[in-house]
């Protein structure tokens, strides 16, 4: 399985997702995937959404790009 890398909106690597994992790029854990959600670890949250290459907040906000 290759990772995929995830972008700032000004093209600073700032994650990559491995399966349901999204570690940052010094690859600590940092959320897990379910359903187009990313919740984050430890404590659960649901942070952030995926629609299309976009990676929301709940606001939604765009926060992130999946490279293509």
Same mark, same amino acid.
């Given at each position: 399985?290759?990772?995929? %890398?995830?972008?700032?909106? +000004? /093209? =600073? $690597?700032?994650? #990559?997702?491995?399966?349901?994992? !999204? &570690?940052?790029? *010094? @690859?600590?854990?940092?959320?897990?995937?379910?359903?187009?959600? %990313?919740?984050?670890?430890? +404590? /659960? =949250? $649901?942070?952030? #959404?995926?629609?299309?290459?976009? !990676? &929301?907040?709940? *606001? @939604?906000?765009?926060?992130?790009?999946?490279?293509?």
């Amino acid at each position: 399985m290759s990772a995929r %890398w995830i972008y700032t909106q +000004d /093209g =600073q $690597a700032a994650f #990559y997702q491995e399966g349901g994992s !999204v &570690y940052s790029v *010094n @690859g600590t854990y940092a959320y897990w995937v379910d359903s187009g959600w %990313w919740y984050r670890v430890p +404590d /659960g =949250q $649901a942070s952030y #959404y995926v629609a299309d290459t976009w !990676v &929301y907040t709940p *606001n @939604g906000k765009a926060s992130f790009y999946y490279d293509s």
